[in-house]
Each structure stands twice: as C-alpha cells, then as structure tokens.
C-alpha cells in the first residue's frame, strides 16, 4: 500500500500557485518525499524530491514539515499545462545500496481554470 | 540521449491470446520497474528488477504474468491467455544508481483484449 495520503482532487485558477499537500505520517528516517506528475496519456514526470529541507527547482518548490509527516508542493504560477495527476511518494533515497519497489498512489487531480 | 522506450505503443488482442510487451530501459540504469495503469486509475506496481539481483514480482496480479530482464538492459514483460480484464496501459520506469532515486518513465503501451 501507498504511505501517502493525498486530496483526490483540487483546483487552481491560472496564473496562482497552486498548494498540493501530501500525509506520509509513518515515513522513516532514511525516506525522501517525491513528487511526481502524469499528464493525460503520458508516462509520469519526476518533479522534485526532498528529505527534510524545503526544495526549489525550477518546476516547484516542496516545503517538508519539521517533524516529516506531511509536506506541499509548491507550483508557483500555475498553467493550464499544469492541469495533471500528481503523485506524492515516500521511499528510500540515493543512500541506501539497493533500490525498493516504489508505490504510487491515487494521486491528486489538479485542474488549472483559466 | 534516448529515453525508455517502450513497443508496441498499442497492442489490440483477443482473449486467450498470449502477449509480450517490451521496454528498453535509458542505458546504464540498473533499477526497472513495471506499472499498469486501468482507465482512470494510478499506477499498480507489477515488478521490479534491480541489477542482477533477483526481482520483486510481489505485484503481479496472477500467474499469467511473467517478466524477464536480459542482460541487465531489455526487459519484456508476457501476459499468458489474456483477459478482457487486462487492458490497460501498461508503463515501465528505468532508474540509474546515482541518480537520487529518480524514476524515467515511458509512454507506454495501451492492451485492448477484445
């Protein structure tokens, strides 16, 4: 099973940032969160990713809280283009030896309106 | 460079008929994951491989369905005596060791078992 819990669905009006927020309240000390998104009739995309401290990229920015158990990206002048599925996950990061199978769950619908 | 590849990008059946689908991972990625996504659902693990260890195939759903990855590159994945229940799109994701776990998906092949 998904270790995140996230809003099925969201809107955005265009052009103001969306806030996608994400529960993974039994993640442990070695797992990253990361966020990924599918838009229709495509493979998903890998967005950012982080462990403890906020990121920025130049797609969004993820804000973890303190005590790790939830955390929001950030998608800071939404688009149209950015009407997607977006996938909030929890697994072990580039430290660990091995990789583990990666669990997605259902996701948050984000509708960008114009 | 290329990215995954994956053929047939559409592939109509009948049922009872034996299926293979094939995805090419990005080169020198060591992790390969199978997904398979029904129409309006998330992502369903299937298996993954991981170098020349053994793969998790904790996700296939029966044992009609098999995977194999050759050489460490190539992965094929067979569905025996298909099921209407079998469509869907199926997604394979290609990840390298140093690359902070980060995922690269394919497009895709869309079943259709009629």
């Known amino acids: 099973d998904a270790k995140t819990t996230q809003p099925p669905s969201m809107d955005c009006a265009e052009g103001r940032a969306a806030n996608l927020p994400c529960n993974h309240s039994t993640i442990s000390g070695n797992e990253y969160v990361y966020w990924y998104r599918q838009i229709h009739s495509q493979g998903p995309q890998y967005i950012i990713h982080g462990l403890k401290n906020n990121e920025t990229n130049e797609m969004a920015s993820l804000i973890i809280t303190e005590d790790r158990k939830s955390s929001t990206l950030i998608l800071p002048h939404a688009t149209l283009r950015d009407t997607a599925v977006y996938y909030c996950?929890?697994?072990?990061?580039?430290?660990?030896?091995?990789?583990?199978?990666?669990?997605f769950g259902p996701g948050t619908s984000l509708s960008v309106i114009p | 460079g290329a990215g995954v590849s994956q053929s047939p990008s559409n592939k109509v059946t009948e049922k009872g008929k034996d299926v293979e689908l094939r995805c090419d991972p990005i080169?020198?990625?060591?992790?390969l994951y199978w997904y398979r996504q029904s129409l309006g659902q998330g992502l369903e693990f299937l298996i993954y491989?991981?170098?020349?260890?053994?793969?998790?195939k904790s996700g296939l759903p029966s044992d009609r369905f098999s995977a194999e990855r050759t050489g460490g590159s190539v992965s094929t994945l067979t569905i025996q005596r298909t099921q209407q229940e079998d469509s869907a799109v199926y997604l394979c994701a290609s990840s390298p060791r140093d690359g902070a776990g980060k995922l690269f998906f394919g497009s895709g092949t869309q079943l259709s078992v009629l």
């Open positions: 080169s020198g990625h060591t992790a």
């Open positions: 996950i929890v697994r072990v990061g580039v430290m660990k030896t091995s990789y583990d199978k990666v669990i």
């Open positions: 491989f991981q170098g020349n260890s053994a793969p998790d």
